[in-house]
């Protein structure tokens, strides 16, 4: 696993693996993250990475949050309850030397409160058929974490229906995985 773009291009984060089953641990492919913000960048969104505050749910090793400050978000914050996952993420930011735009907070993603500010550039990664993205996206919404007009990325093992109130905007499949881009309305 490296990160595939930016300042910190081709940085070797933590090594996983296949993933550790036990801790839920499942990191997006460097294929998939590739094909992930070639379609944010390319894919006529505007400019949705550089200087946006990145929400990571899900967060695991920390991967796409770290790939987005590596290509010029303003600053992230990492939303993960697993002990093992927490160590490898804390482990990663630590890599790229990404501490001062890093925040990681140990809470369930379905429950993560309320926001103290809005993000702009949202990636969520839930445990694959649990309805978990469902949830936090609920949550999230209801905690004012989604800024207006915030991009979504939502990361599925099948293509999931686009909860009331979000608009899609594209839905993509790379192997078992499918990406969906939903936008907050203005």
């Given amino acids: 696993m490296r990160i595939i773009g930016g300042r910190a291009r081709g940085l ?5 693996g296949a993933g550790d089953a036990a801790a839920h641990l499942r990191p997006t492919s460097d294929r998939v993250r590739e094909a ?7 894919g006529g969104h505007g400019q949705p990475v550089q200087g946006a505050r990145v929400l990571d749910l899900f967060a695991g090793t ?5 790939e987005a400050l590596s290509r010029g978000a303003a600053s992230a914050c990492f939303i993960e309850e697993g002990k093992v996952a927490l160590a490898l993420l804390k482990r990663n930011i630590g890599l790229m030397r990404a501490e001062a735009q890093a925040q990681v907070l140990r809470r369930d993603a379905t429950r993560p409160g309320a926001a ?8 969520l990664d839930p445990p694959y058929g649990k309805g978990l993205g469902e949830k936090a996206l609920a949550a999230c919404r209801a905690g004012g974490w989604l800024a207006p007009g915030a991009l979504i990325v939502w ?3 099948s293509p999931p229906l686009p909860p009331a109130g979000l608009d899609l905007v594209d839905q993509r499949r790379y192997g078992d995985t499918h990406v969906t881009l939903l936008r907050m309305p203005e």
């Fill in 12 to 16: 070797h984060l933590t090594p996983l």
């Fill in 36 to 42: 992930i913000f070639n379609l944010l960048i390319n």
């Fill in 62 to 66: 920390g991967a796409l949050g770290l």
């Fill in 116 to 123: 103290a500010a809005a993000f702009d550039l949202v990636f």
């Fill in 155 to 157: 990361e599925e093992g």
